[in-house]
């Protein structure tokens, strides 16, 4: 029986051999533009609108059928949206927060995004299902992403939680794209409380006491 990874590599070559654009979304594009995320091996795609019905076509030609949200639940920004097609790709459970997790794939409509294709690079990636077989995908550079995301924060609610989730990621995504976030600096190295003082530090402390003595009845 095919493993799950190789299951998703074959439903990715069916795709493109469909020709169906897929555009990187979400936790994947945001490690690729630099964000240090922990992911489960989640996948998310915006699809051009007029073949998202195609791509779920494909999708059930290899067995993967759309999830309720009761079957799966909702854990990923874009999810709240209520646009997403939404797949289990791996049976494994893991906890998270109380509640049991699945690896998915998630389909949305690109229009949802604001993007075109024309704001895309197309790039090739390798999946671990087929390690010797790349895969031609479309990535959104940084700038084309933060303009989406503001885009949809915009669109939602205040109250919305896909808006907070986003301002969240959003902010990291500028914070690790634009300033330096590494530390090259030396630490402080704090001593334990059995290690005795040095005589500087016995002085120092001594001279701060008198000092503090000679104020007499100063009031701060």
Same mark, same amino acid.
């Given at each position: 029986?095919?493993?799950?990874?190789?299951?998703?590599?074959?439903?990715?070559?069916?795709? @493109?051999?469909?020709?169906?654009?897929?555009? *990187? !979304?979400? $936790?994947?594009?945001?490690?690729?533009?630099?964000?240090?995320?922990?992911?489960?091996?989640?996948?998310? $795609?915006?699809?051009?609108?007029?073949?998202?019905?195609?791509?779920?076509?494909?999708?059930?030609?290899?067995?993967?059928?759309?999830?309720?949200?009761?079957?799966?639940?909702?854990?990923?920004?874009? *999810?709240?949206?209520?646009?997403?097609?939404?797949?289990?790709?791996?049976?494994?459970?893991?906890?998270?927060?109380?509640?049991?997790?699945?690896?998915?794939?998630?389909?949305?409509?690109?229009? !949802?995004?604001?993007?075109?294709?024309?704001?895309?690079?197309?790039?090739?990636?390798?999946?671990?299902?087929?390690?010797?077989?790349?895969?031609?995908?479309?990535?959104?550079?940084?700038?084309?992403?933060?303009?989406?995301?503001?885009?949809?924060?915009? =669109?939602?609610?205040?109250?919305?939680?896909?808006?907070?989730?986003?301002?969240?990621?959003?902010?990291?995504?500028?914070?690790?794209?634009?300033?330096?976030?590494?530390?090259?600096?030396?630490?402080?190295?704090?001593?334990?409380?059995?290690?005795?003082?040095? #005589?500087?530090?016995?002085? #120092?402390? =001594?001279? @701060?006491?008198?000092?503090?003595?000679?104020?007499?009845? #100063?009031? !701060?």
């Amino acid at each position: 029986m095919p493993s799950h990874r190789e299951r998703v590599a074959a439903l990715l070559h069916r795709l @493109a051999a469909a020709q169906i654009d897929l555009v *990187e !979304w979400e $936790y994947p594009l945001w490690r690729r533009l630099g964000v240090p995320l922990v992911t489960d091996g989640s996948l998310f $795609y915006l699809v051009p609108d007029q073949q998202l019905y195609d791509a779920c076509q494909v999708a059930a030609s290899l067995g993967y059928y759309p999830e309720s949200t009761e079957s799966l639940r909702i854990g990923y920004p874009s *999810e709240y949206s209520g646009l997403g097609v939404r797949y289990k790709i791996d049976g494994a459970t893991r906890q998270s927060l109380g509640h049991d997790t699945f690896r998915r794939l998630v389909f949305l409509p690109l229009s !949802w995004s604001g993007l075109d294709l024309y704001d895309l690079k197309r790039i090739e990636i390798r999946y671990a299902g087929m390690p010797d077989h790349t895969f031609a995908i479309w990535t959104v550079p940084l700038a084309a992403a933060c303009t989406a995301m503001v885009r949809v924060i915009c =669109a939602e609610k205040r109250s919305s939680r896909l808006r907070r989730k986003l301002q969240a990621y959003l902010s990291n995504l500028l914070a690790y794209s634009f300033f330096d976030t590494s530390y090259e600096g030396e630490f402080e190295v704090l001593l334990g409380n059995g290690v005795p003082l040095s #005589e500087s530090e016995l002085l #120092e402390i =001594a001279n @701060a006491v008198a000092g503090i003595k000679d104020l007499g009845d #100063e009031r !701060w």
